[in-house]
Nanobody, 122 residues
Framework: VQLQAFGGGLAQAGGYLRLSCAAS????????MGWFRQAPGKEREFVAR????????YYADAVKGRSTISRDNAKNTMYLQMNSLKPEDTAVYYC????????????????WGQGTQVTVSS
């Protein structure tokens, strides 16, 4: 599967952004999906994940309560709605797909998108 993340940009603290991840192929619902992010000088970190059916979600503590992950399997697309943005949310955001494992570990994911930059100004 090929993934393309988009929707990043520049936002002010307290604002919001909606990231999207478009997937190729016709078996999108077979993949568990996740969002990760990497800030300059830091390791890639887990943000949120959603099961293939969309019935299970899990968030990192850093975004819990401020973000919502969702997916539309009919459109082969996953979303990350980010509200109450903080400067520490600044990072490149990546979407990823896992065919077997529903996990928060980056190593569990088989396919990655190219990333979209999110910059939050204070």
């Amino acid at each position: 599967v090929q993934l393309q993340a988009f929707g990043g940009g520049l936002a002010q603290a307290g604002g919001y952004l909606r990231l999207s991840c478009a997937a190729s192929g016709r078996t999108f619902n077979n993949y568990h999906m996740g969002w990760f992010r990497q800030a300059p000088g830091k390791e890639r970190e887990f943000v949120a994940r959603i099961s293939g059916s969309g019935t299970s979600e899990y968030y990192a503590d850093a975004v819990k309560g401020r973000s919502t992950i969702s997916r539309d399997n009919a459109k082969n697309t996953m979303y990350l709605q980010m509200n109450s943005l903080k400067p520490e949310d600044t990072a490149v955001y990546y979407c990823a797909a896992s065919i077997f494992v529903y996990s928060s570990r980056a190593s569990a994911y088989d396919y990655w998108g190219q990333g979209t930059q999110v910059t939050v100004s204070s």
